[in-house]
């Protein structure tokens, strides 16, 4: 009888399991987060530096890229978000073809030409895409990454849910002003940075359009 019954509940477990969304990408909590932000208040610096491999704009400690930033390489990819001991360690890059979101060890991968997910990366391995984020024509996946053109002339160039902004992304401004964080339903909600032309920087939480930490 008790075989029987543990046999019931592994089967439940498994399902219940693979019935879960798959973590596309692991996020610091607020706490950590709000550290991060203290520690880079009081002991960064942020300037543009050029090096053979690229233009980076963002805060250095000692002359290391160690804050808030983002890189435009030689071959014209780009890397938004936080670094930590001259290591991009979260944010957004993207290349003529791909867009990455989240850590070097673990993120979605996204495909520029259709917006959909095809791999996400997880801390174990490259990981096959779970049935949830596949498109198919009878079932079309609400995740995706797209530049949207507003007519204002504003720009969004991110993850999306079911056509509005959520997740992570970078919106542009006409008068050069852009902004890199976390959005949810279409709103910034989270930690992000707004970068303006001249080189200066306002980070920590934003709720909408209101910077609260």
Known sequence: MRIAVLSVLISFVVMVRAQQQVERYPQMCDELQQVFCDYVSAEAETRYMSSGYGQYVGQLIDNVIYGWGFFIANNNAQTFGQYRKGKHMFGITITDEIAR?????????????????????????????????????????????????????????????????????????????????????????????????????????????????
Request: glycine share 14%; aromatic share 20%.
């Open 101 to 213: 979101v989240g850590s070097n060890e673990h993120y979605a991968e996204y495909d520029l030409k259709t917006g959909e997910i095809v791999r996400i990366n997880t801390i174990e391995g490259n990981m096959r895409i779970p049935e949830i984020y596949v498109s198919t024509p009878e079932k079309k996946t609400k995740y995706g990454f797209h530049k949207i053109t507003y007519s204002n002339g504003d720009v969004y160039c991110g993850e999306t849910y079911d056509g509005k902004r959520h997740g992570y992304g970078i919106y542009y401004w006409a008068n050069g002003d852009f902004w890199y964080g976390e959005y949810s339903n279409g709103y910034r909600q989270g930690y992000g940075v707004l970068f303006k032309p001249d080189h200066k920087l306002f980070y920590g939480k934003w709720v909408g359009d209101c910077k609260v930490k």
